[in-house]
């Protein structure tokens, strides 16, 4: 059902991105630089039923039209929780429950279980975009007051996009992830030369290790992935998210099994084998790239072994990064590893708007002392990493 908003254009709300065609949504997600936004990787992750109203992520898409033509379109969800999103708002729903002022459900704009920086609007690029946005803005501000949603919250947003948001009133919260940057290194020991003396040492025996173990890595991209690894990589990802964060597991089986044939493109996967047995992988880490840019997502092993987390996850994922001109390296969420292994805190921002007046107020009033707090968090962290120089100049991704 449509309702008119300009005479020239038409706003619908859907609940499943498959009630667009492949084709018309993807001449908007594609040009993008995120993988996460195009058609097959949404629509995997609902149709899997990985994000539904049963699991708290109830698709709620919002699309422009002109006359039959899709010229906009904001992968959007209503959400009665935040798990699953990475940007932990407990505080502000802390704060809404002791002023009594209900905090869920809230409209959340971001690629469901992906924290990666490039959520945005897709809009056409004939378009003119401030218009369009705001346009859309005010669609959403509509809808949330017709189902009494309390907010409407943008994760991981795009930096060119940020000031766009910014002026139509939403609040910018700063965070940080870590991302390896490749200044055009020609190999492995160009990526090692950048660290101390000792951090290069450690590096080198965390690698020893693995041979040590009788480990064979190899990584797999594309269409050289056989189809039986596929399922393996859910085993993997369930074994890793019951032994280390229960509660996490949000993808299902379905999801990775569907990412054959019509995603598979996109993956690369780093699989260590035994010397025995070269058809099975006794641990595997599972990114996404596009172009220039590589995505860290998933990894598990079903054995303990010294350092394999290291290599498979960062090492082996680098490696082949240089080798296919990679220049940007995106490892996932978390830092504790990261940061010994050349991957500096990066900002990235989400942007918030709460309905509640006095929440709004409270807002804009303290998220400018956050994000002073948080900016001495980047630099702490960036000030401490093992380089031999400290000339680092971290970027909005």
């Excluded at 260590?272 to 996404?288: E, L, N, Q």
Aim: proline share 6%; aromatic share 16%.
């Amino acid at each position: 059902m449509f309702k008119r908003a300009k005479p020239q254009y038409s706003i619908s709300w859907i609940q499943k991105i498959s009630e667009i065609p492949k084709p018309v949504w993807d001449e908007l997600a594609t040009p993008l630089k995120t993988p996460f936004l195009e058609w097959e990787w949404l629509n995997n992750i609902e149709t899997s039923k990985s994000a539904t109203s049963r699991t708290g992520w109830q698709p709620c898409h919002l699309t422009i039209w002109r006359d039959k033509q899709l010229i906009a379109a904001a992968p959007l969800y209503i959400k009665g929780h935040s798990y699953g999103e990475f940007v932990f708002d407990h505080q502000w729903a802390d704060l809404s429950h002791r002023l009594v002022i209900p905090y869920y459900p809230k409209l959340l704009g971001m690629t469901p279980f992906t924290p990666a920086v490039g959520y945005r609007f897709l809009i056409a690029p004939n378009e003119d975009e401030a218009e369009i946005t705001q346009m859309m803005v005010a669609a959403i501000d509509h809808f949330c007051d017709q189902n009494k949603l309390s907010g409407c919250h943008f994760l991981f947003v795009d930096p060119d996009w940020k000031p766009i948001i910014e002026n139509c009133g939403f609040s910018s919260w700063l965070h940080h992830s870590y991302i390896w940057s490749n200044p055009s290194f020609n190999n492995f020991d160009d990526y090692l030369k950048q660290f101390n003396a000792n951090q290069r040492r450690n590096i080198k025996r965390e690698r020893k290790a693995v041979g040590k173990a009788n480990l064979n890595m190899k990584v797999l991209a594309g269409e050289d992935i056989p189809h039986h690894l596929y399922p393996m990589i859910y085993r993997f990802y369930s074994s890793t998210c019951e032994k280390f964060y229960w509660g996490s597991q949000y993808l299902t089986r379905k999801f990775f099994e569907q990412l054959y044939p019509h995603y598979s493109h996109r993956v690369v996967l780093a699989a260590a084998y035994t010397d025995y047995d070269d058809h099975k992988p006794v641990g595997m880490s599972f990114c996404i790239r596009k172009d220039d840019n590589l995505y860290g997502r998933y990894w598990g092993s079903f054995e303990e072994y010294d350092c394999l987390h290291f290599e498979a996850c960062y090492y082996q994922p680098i490696e082949w990064a240089i080798k296919e001109g990679i220049t940007m390296f995106d490892p996932g969420a978390g830092g504790r590893h990261k940061r010994r292994r050349g991957f500096p805190a990066t900002p990235n921002y989400s942007l918030h708007r709460f309905y509640d007046q006095k929440m709004n107020q409270i807002l804009q009033h303290y998220i400018p002392e956050i994000n002073n707090m948080e900016q001495e968090e980047i630099d702490a962290v960036n000030d401490d990493l093992p380089f031999s120089k400290k000339e680092i100049q971290i970027k909005d991704l």
